[in-house]
């Protein structure tokens, strides 16, 4: 019994330490701490468990623009990080090579063995890692696949003909990411995921996906737990992660392409030759990775993007009148007239691709801030030096809503922005891709895919919602994918 309560006692001691210690951090962060007077919620400023509300919530994008419009440049979103949206932050933050924060450690996938030029932290180490995975993703190299890319538009262009003829609404929605994850099966290892060809989410792998896509923004920041529960070689080994079909297509793609690795031009084809050039450099391990990493981001984000561009146009018929002009002028002239516009032609489309940026602009595909970690020394910028080691980051939907750089109509569609004489020195604010040494590496396949389908989209179809007073739903996780917004679709009368 003595001998018991001592120990109750002790525990006790224990707690009351505890709590004491705990309330004193907090109370430190809140009060203390280097960053202490940059405003922000009150609870983000001693806990990072506000900011992973707002990621599940699914409006961290737009809760942050409403900060910085309300508190200026600077927004404390954690104990650890300042949200920062000044003219500057791109330079001084993204362009700078900042060491990116623990954050991305996460996107080693599936597990933390397979890290990743994504997942790895040191600006030095990325950059090697880059290295020899960068050319498969060149425009050149892109456009090496064009014929396939166009095979899956027109098998998607089937499908918009299958539902103009039938008079349905259609969740296009469904269809264009079915059509951008096979694409970049195309692209990668020449094979489709066969999305379109069944006309439906095979094994539900892309729902699916939206919700691993919701844990990745969270679990970045327990990255402990995430390897303890799911980001380790058993559950690897097992193979029960919720992303089972495109996991598995990749994995046993990669696997017979090992066997014959020179069938036809594809990234798997280029990075295979650099494993051979280089095996110590690029391991069979990080071919899978990349392969993975290419699927997980580049399908949804190009998905939003195009999203983006139709739904904004519906919008503004007069974008749209005017975009399908610009095409059929083009086909007048003998350019725009293959069954999917070419990357060529595309490219003389100015306004076109004015609304494509515009579109990316509006609605960029990643909602998150980019983090990176303030240097040795601090990070000046403006008129405020954030002490070394706080995570800076820079959010592309606050900087691309900020009226301080576009002027007062920043909230609003306009394409012809793109189209003014400032518009060369309004580019560099202009980051759904990020910036710098940790930007995207599979712009060039996205603006490839973009310019192509939306040419070929104002040129042959009408599209009008089914409902015009309803809004597109979406959640901003790590990505942002909109859904729910079914349309009619009309096929525009061909001419010569
Ligand atoms: C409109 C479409 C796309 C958008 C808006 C987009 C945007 C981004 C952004 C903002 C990042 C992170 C930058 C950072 O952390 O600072 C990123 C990374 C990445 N993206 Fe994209 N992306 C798109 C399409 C693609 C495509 C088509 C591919 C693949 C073919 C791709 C592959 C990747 C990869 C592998 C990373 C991680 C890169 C690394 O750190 O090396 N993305 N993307």
């Known amino acids: 019994m003595g001998f018991l309560s001592t120990l109750n006692i002790d525990w006790l001691s224990l707690t009351a330490l505890g709590v004491v210690g705990l309330l004193s951090l907090l109370v430190w962060r809140r009060y203390f701490s280097a960053i202490s007077d940059i405003p922000g919620p009150f609870a983000a400023s001693f806990t990072r468990l506000w900011h992973m509300r707002r990621i599940l919530k699914g409006d961290q994008n737009l809760e942050l623009i409403r900060l910085h419009a309300k508190h200026g440049h600077f927004v404390r979103m954690s104990y650890d990080e300042v949200s920062v949206s000044h003219p500057d932050a791109i330079k001084k933050i993204l362009l700078a090579t900042l060491h990116k924060a623990n954050w991305y450690k996460i996107h080693a996938l599936p597990d933390y063995r397979f890290q990743s030029p994504m997942s790895t932290t040191d600006p030095k180490k990325k950059v090697e890692k880059s290295k020899y995975i960068a050319g498969a993703y060149t425009i050149s190299s892109v456009v090496r696949s064009e014929e396939y890319i166009d095979q899956v538009f027109e098998s998607f262009l089937g499908w918009l003909d299958r539902y103009a003829d039938e008079k349905k609404p259609m969740d296009l929605d469904k269809f264009i990411s079915y059509a951008t994850f096979d694409v970049i099966g195309e692209i990668v290892f020449s094979k489709q995921f066969g999305f379109l060809e069944r006309g439906k989410d095979v094994g539900k792998a892309i729902e699916n996906s939206l919700a691993l896509n919701a844990y990745v923004a969270v679990a970045g920041y327990f990255r402990w737990i995430n390897i303890m529960l799911l980001a380790n070689p058993v559950v690897t080994w097992l193979s029960i992660m919720p992303m089972g079909h495109l996991f598995d297509t990749t994995k046993a793609v990669l696997a017979d392409r090992e066997k014959n690795f020179n069938t036809r031009h594809d990234a798997i084809q280029y990075w295979f030759k650099q494993h051979?050039?280089?095996?110590?450099?690029?391991?069979?391990?990080?071919?899978?990775?990349?392969?993975?990493?290419?699927?997980?981001?580049?399908?949804?984000?190009?998905?939003?993007?195009?999203q983006s561009f139709i739904y904004h146009m519906i919008r503004h018929p007069d974008a749209w009148r005017r975009a399908h002009a610009e095409v059929v002028e083009a086909a007048s002239n003998g350019f725009c007239k293959d069954q999917i516009v070419s990357y060529a032609d595309s490219q003389r489309l100015t306004f076109v691709q004015a609304c494509v940026k515009e579109a990316l602009r509006m609605f960029g595909p990643v909602p998150m801030g980019l983090p990176r970690i303030a240097p040795k020394g601090g990070l000046a910028i403006g008129d405020r030096t954030l002490p070394e080691g706080t995570i800076v980051s820079v959010s592309p939907w606050v900087i691309h809503h900020s009226k301080e750089l576009w002027g007062e109509d920043a909230r609003s569609f306009n394409p012809d922005r793109w189209l003014s004489e400032d518009s060369a020195a309004k580019e560099k604010y202009w980051i759904p891709f990020g910036a710098g040494y940790g930007s995207c590496p599979g712009q060039n396949v996205a603006k490839v895919e973009l310019a192509k389908i939306t040419a070929t989209i104002v040129r042959d179809y009408n599209i009008e919602f089914v409902d015009e007073k309803q809004t597109w739903k979406w959640k901003a996780y790590f990505t942002v994918v909109p859904n729910s917004w079914p349309v009619f679709i009309e096929k525009v009368a061909q001419q010569d």
């Open 276 to 306: 051979e050039q280089h095996p110590d450099k690029l391991t069979m391990r990080k071919i899978n990775t990349q392969a993975l990493a290419a699927v997980g981001a580049g399908s949804d984000t190009v998905a939003a993007g195009i």
